[in-house]
Nanobody
Framework: QVQLEESGGGLVQTGGSLRLSCAASGRTFSRYAMGWFRQTLGKEREFVVAISSVGIAYYADSVKGRFAISRDNAKNTVYLQMNSLKPEDTAVYYC???????????????WGQGTQVTVSS
């Protein structure tokens, strides 16, 4: 069983930056791939980025070059550094944990509660 808790969301102006964190419980964190998804009201959840247990990252085209994922297995935490933010990045951001292909497909077994990111124009 893995429990995930996101933090770091907030309000930022266009072009600004935020860093999200996702803290995981459990001693097997390092075995899981981790991912970030986002969702706005009335839309389907959207894949943002995932990182494998060995640190290989896979990004959605919409965030390549602006977002960076990293993980600290000693702290059971995954981070999402978001730069050059745009109003269209506004969403609730969720982290997820499971095998890499399962995370990327959006079918992860474990999900956090989400953190709101709002980018003002």
């Amino acid at each position: 069983q893995v429990q995930l808790e996101e933090s770091g969301g907030g309000l930022v102006q266009t072009g600004g930056s935020l860093r999200l964190s996702c803290a995981a419980s459990g001693r097997t964190f390092s075995r899981y791939a981790m991912g970030w998804f986002r969702q706005t009201l009335g839309k389907e959840r959207e894949f943002v980025v995932a990182i494998s247990s060995v640190g290989i990252a896979y990004y959605a085209d919409s965030v390549k070059g602006r977002f960076a994922i990293s993980r600290d297995n000693a702290k059971n935490t995954v981070y999402l550094q978001m730069n050059s933010l745009k109003p269209e990045d506004t969403a609730v951001y969720y982290c997820a944990a499971d095998a890499m292909n399962t995370v990327v497909a959006g079918h992860a077994s474990y999900w956090g509660q989400g953190t709101q990111v709002t980018v003002s124009s």
